[in-house]
């Protein structure tokens, strides 16, 4: 084989080098797409939880498909986000009630799910001493995640969310700067 | 400490797994020649062989997100190799036996394989009526398989007497075995 033909194998090679990639990350987000109906069918919000699944598969399926940190953040991510999602759906039908006023329960457990997320990826950044990209991919796939099934009182619960998360992530998040800057 | 030819390939195989973009160039040259080596002595036929090699290549880097560290690199990559080159076998013996691909064939080079055919049938022939009647029987049965008036070592023999007569005979008219 001469030299054009190598470089011409090696073109078509690669493609299907991403081709595999892409494949292997569509299927590996399969499990959002069924988390993702449920979450449509119990929540109030059907549009909203399935543009926020979507988004969510379309952006674990990239972070898939590039590889090495945001890879290694889809797992942790995806775990982090199932918490404020669980809790939001099993709560978008209950009312807190006080006397005669009455208050839905989804913006607060929006928040607490949101902060036991955010601790779980703080958690495993500082135990795998990961990168920024590693915070930053886990980070937004398990807000996306979470956010599917926040979006129960529309915004303000997926405000909720994020407000919670970046009160459970900031403390690892410095911790793991200062630590790193010590070192 | 220096890395052997394998440990580079399954450290390069790994990073490749991971997403490292970088190393795929070195990975595809490291790979390629023994992946080609391979194929020619399991294939016999360069051409086949190239075929195979390339087809082995694109399997071999499709599957490479799936290519787990803990394994060896080089029996896995020839695995899928010699997958190709039996899958290859395969086909072209299934051409050989389908009448409709055969046709696919370019027609002058059935024709020559014809005509080389007639004109060997031709020769045999007439260097097998040279033989005597008893020599020309005994081929014919042991050609279409027939019984004969001798059975066992007394066959084997007139066989081999019959077959050496036709060889002589053979060489005598066309000057070649």
Partial sequence: ?183 | MQLTHEDEIEALLARLADGDRSVFSLVFKRLWVPMNRFCLSMLKHEADAADAAQQAMTKIFERASDYDPKRPAMPWALAIAAWECRTLQRKRFRRRESPEDAADEPADERAEANLICRDLTEAALTAMSELPEADRETLLATFLDEATSASGATLRKRRERALDRLRTSFRRLYGLD
Avoid at chain 1, 79 to 99: T, Y
Avoid at chain 1, 137 to 164: E, R
């Fill in chain 1, 1 to 183: 084989m001469d030299s054009t033909e190598v470089a011409n194998l090696k073109r078509r090679v690669r493609l299907h080098y991403e081709l595999g990639r892409a494949k292997r990350a569509l299927l590996g987000l399969a499990p959002v797409v069924v988390l993702a109906g449920p979450a449509a069918i119990f929540g109030r919000h059907p549009s909203a939880t399935g543009a926020f699944g979507a988004a969510a598969f379309v952006v674990g399926a990239a972070m898939l498909w590039y590889g090495r940190d945001p890879q290694r953040a889809v797992l942790p991510g995806v775990l982090a986000g199932f918490v404020p999602l669980v809790l939001a759906l099993c709560s978008s039908r209950m009312h807190g009630c006080v006397g005669t006023n009455c208050m839905m329960t989804c913006v607060p457990v929006c928040s607490v799910g949101g902060l036991v997320a955010g601790l779980a990826v703080a958690s495993i950044g500082n135990q795998r001493r990961a990168g920024v990209v590693f915070w930053l991919s886990a980070s937004t796939l398990a807000l996306l995640t979470g956010a599917m099934g926040c979006a129960c009182v529309g915004y303000s619960g997926v405000a909720g969310l994020a407000v919670g998360f970046a009160a459970g992530v900031v403390p690892g998040l410095l911790r793991r700067a200062f630590t790193h800057g010590a070192a």
